[in-house]
T-cell receptor
Framework: GESVGLHLPTLSVQEGDNSIINCAYS??????FIWYKQESGKGPQFIID?????DKRQGQRVTVLLNKTVKHLSLQIAATQPGDSAVYFC?????????FGTGTRLQVFP | DGGITQSPKYLFRKEGQNVTLSCEQN?????MYWYRQDPGQGLRLIYY???????QKGDIAEGYSVSREKKESFPLTVTSAQKNPTAFYLC????????????FGPGTRLTVT
């Protein structure tokens, strides 16, 4: 079945630096990809999504890159702030549902 | 305000008791989902429903049951058959199809002792 994996369980960055969180998926038929942010004890919040007909999409301080050839997805956060500290999940479409990765914890230090 | 509500936020039960977690949405979404999250882990799908009076098992349905009698509501019952019920439970809703954003509720933390 479909599997979704994140490359690093924890990422530590200095405030103001850029952060890059990576995700790999296995199903080449997946056509929708989404990133969520989850703060402790709360439900995941939508950050940004991308469909398979695109390879890059930008939001406010965030960019998602999709490489369908190697089945890889990344989330870039520009000028990381303390408020960005959270767990980040990627999710990939699989027929009628999403498959979630295990998450990367982003720690921002001053 | 549109959104998803889950209640209660914290729930405590004794082993051997069934417990029902509430999930309500006013987003007019057809699809609803239940996930389980354990500490340091990702989200695992328990059950999902794409239309009223129909639902499908997810990856870890054993020991759980659901109903979908109304579009707005998708309650989850954790039965005494669930071996490790203590977890954080998340409900979500979306448009139908699996290629749309899922909107999540705030979660219910269930502790069974």
């Amino acid at each position: 079945g479909e599997s979704v994996g994140l490359h690093l369980p924890t990422l530590s960055v200095q405030e103001g630096d850029n952060s890059i969180i990576n995700c790999a998926y296995s199903n080449s038929a997946s056509d929708y990809f989404i990133w969520y942010k989850q703060e402790s004890g709360k439900g995941p919040q939508f950050i940004i999504d991308i469909r398979s007909n695109m390879d890059k999409r930008q939001g406010q301080r965030v960019t998602v890159l999709l490489n369908k050839t190697v089945k890889h997805l990344s989330l870039q956060i520009a000028a990381t702030q303390p408020g960005d500290s959270a767990v980040y999940f990627c999710a990939v479409s699989n027929t009628d549902k999403l498959i979630f990765g295990t998450g990367t914890r982003l720690q921002v230090f001053p | 305000d549109g959104g998803i509500t889950q209640s209660p936020k914290y729930l405590f039960r004794k082993e051997g008791q069934n417990v029902t977690l509430s999930c309500e949405q006013n987003l007019n979404h057809d699809a609803m989902y239940w996930y389980r999250q354990d500490p340091g882990q990702g989200l695992r799908l328990i059950y999902y429903s794409q239309i009223v009076n129909d639902f499908q098992k997810g990856d870890i349905a054993e020991g759980y049951s659901v109903s979908r009698e109304k579009k707005e509501s998708f309650p989850l019952t954790v039965t005494s058959a669930q071996k490790n019920p203590t977890a954080f439970y998340l409900c979500a809703s979306s448009m139908v199809g699996g290629t749309y954003e899922q909107y999540f509720g705030p979660g219910t933390r269930l502790t069974v002792t």
